[in-house]
């Protein structure tokens, strides 16, 4: 395991960072003097980090990793309610940054909140995550686990060093990885604004020697002008994830020869798991790719037999960067294995994650993931998968956005509505036409909800609750 102690005065000369008002000798001070601050405590202090500035967020999550103190990733963006939910949960000791408002303060103490909990000097990282769910949740990493995501990385693109050009915010793992993985491999990290990018504003850095990291979405955005096409197709390689890409793009994307690398992690895997490499990419594959050397995932069914390939189950991953597990506020449950983590075997074969998507491996080891078993929509006794149905409207290039849930109905039980965002003077008849010559009857949304804007996270996923909420109200 690399420490990141002697990891930062190995390259506190280096010209490792940098991007868009980002400073080396600013970011070694900062380290140097938020190190001062935490020495000041008896014992190690519970941190909140919740800083906006890119520079000051990464050295003070450098000198929580060197101190071996517990820190929680805040997100910058949240607003009362998120940070009630963070009221609920955790006391902290020290917060590094701003929030919204004097009310949305988080607590603060003066004993380390988290000596009971955890070995009171101890490397806890500690990063939110709500997915679709909306509700808050801090999933528990230590230093340990990035590195070993960081050494799955290399091994399977056979890489010395990693530069990165980061868009991605850094609370959340998809932009946080991408500093670990420049700093432990002696890389560079690029860091630049995804709007100025999106803008035409193109940053001043040779795409061939570094990895970006994009959502769907962003990588939609992109493709509206041949100057940021162009630059794309130049990097090293392109790795899109944190929500389902739909067919279209990938066609586009292919077609522009654009070295996209599709992946497939979480959060509490600390990023990919899974990842395909751009010339499969490039050949018309568009699997999620093979395992990466540090994990195991398998298919298996409602009873946890492992299926053969081909077949359709639940994904289940066992890793070495697998998260230690859910932080959890009650003191008689503290840390909280039992949501998703659960051992596998009996003897001690380690830890495995059971999750809530549905894939299949093919002949040649390749992972295809088909959506989410919760968001499975059953009418009449048929399974609809959300993705299918979306990849198809997609695919008619009449509309801008689009999201198929299921809705309660007497008849069905559920049906499949759709709420998308149209172009232009596009009628729900135009798309009912495309459907039928793509997809079963069974399949088709029986209601068509227009919106204007589909509601997204900063990540690009899709707040399915608020799309919900919109849906039940059309």
């Not at 140097?32 to 190690?44: K, P």
């Not at 990733?73 to 917060?95: H, K, S």
């Not at 002696?186 to 020697?209: H, Q, R, V």
């Not at 509309?399 to 849930?405: A, F, L």
Request: proline residues 5%; hydrophobic residues 40%; glycine residues 8%.
């Amino acid at each position: 395991m690399v420490d990141p102690f002697k990891l930062f005065q190995q390259r506190r000369d280096e010209s490792w960072l940098i991007g868009e008002g980002v400073d080396r000798d600013r970011f070694s001070d900062i380290v140097d003097r938020s190190l001062e601050e935490l020495q000041q405590f008896d014992r190690a202090p519970t941190v909140l980090l919740c800083e906006s500035d890119p520079v000051k967020f990464l050295a003070r999550f450098l000198a929580a990793c060197i101190a071996e103190v517990p820190v929680f990733l805040g997100n910058p963006n949240w607003r009362d309610m998120e940070w009630q939910q963070v009221r609920e949960m955790a006391v902290f000791d020290r917060v590094w940054g701003t929030v919204t408002s004097e009310q949305s303060l988080p607590n603060q103490s003066t004993s380390s909140s988290l000596e009971n909990q955890f070995n009171p000097k101890q490397n806890y990282i500690i990063i939110s995550t709500g997915g679709s769910s909306g509700k808050i949740k801090f999933v528990v990493h230590t230093w340990e686990t990035l590195c070993t995501s960081v050494e799955g990385f290399q091994q399977h693109f056979n890489l010395d060093s990693v530069n990165c050009c980061c868009t991605l915010p850094l609370f959340h793992v998809s932009g946080l990885m991408q500093f670990v993985r420049s700093f432990v491999t002696g890389g560079t990290l690029a860091i630049f604004s995804y709007k100025s990018i999106e803008l035409g504003k193109l940053p001043d850095l040779e795409p061939e020697a570094f990895w970006i990291s994009l959502v769907p979405t962003q990588l939609q955005r992109l493709l509206h002008t041949q100057k940021t096409i162009d630059w794309l197709s130049r990097f090293q390689g392109i790795l899109l994830g944190g929500a389902p890409a739909w067919q279209s793009l990938l066609d586009k994307a292919r077609r522009n020869g654009l070295p996209v690398a599709l992946t497939y992690g979480m959060t509490e895997t600390a990023s990919q798991v899974v990842t395909l490499p751009p010339q499969e990419f490039l050949k018309g594959n568009f699997s999620s790719g093979q395992v990466l050397p540090h994990a195991e995932v398998s298919i298996c069914n409602e009873c946890g037999k492992t299926l053969p390939t081909g077949e359709v189950g639940s994904i289940e991953i066992r890793a070495k960067s697998l998260m230690l597990g859910y932080y959890d506020s009650d003191s008689k449950k503290r840390f909280d294995r039992r949501q998703s983590i659960h051992l596998l075997g009996e003897k001690g074969q380690g830890n495995v994650l059971k999750t809530d998507d549905l894939g299949y491996f093919d002949d040649r080891g390749f992972l295809h993931v088909l959506g989410r078993n919760s968001q499975k929509i059953i009418t009449g006794g048929e399974n609809v998968f959300p993705i299918e149905v979306e990849n198809a409207i997609r695919s008619s290039a009449l509309v801008r956005d689009v999201c198929v849930i299921g809705l309660p109905d007497s008849e069905w039980g559920q049906i499949v509505a759709a709420v998308y965002v149209p172009q232009p003077n596009v009628t729900p008849e135009q798309l009912k036409r495309h459907l039928s010559r793509s997809l079963c009857a069974y399949k088709h949304p029986k209601r068509w909800i227009v919106t204007h804007a589909l509601p997204r996270n900063e990540r690009g996923k899709v707040d399915l609750l608020a799309v919900r909420a919109l849906a039940e109200s059309d």
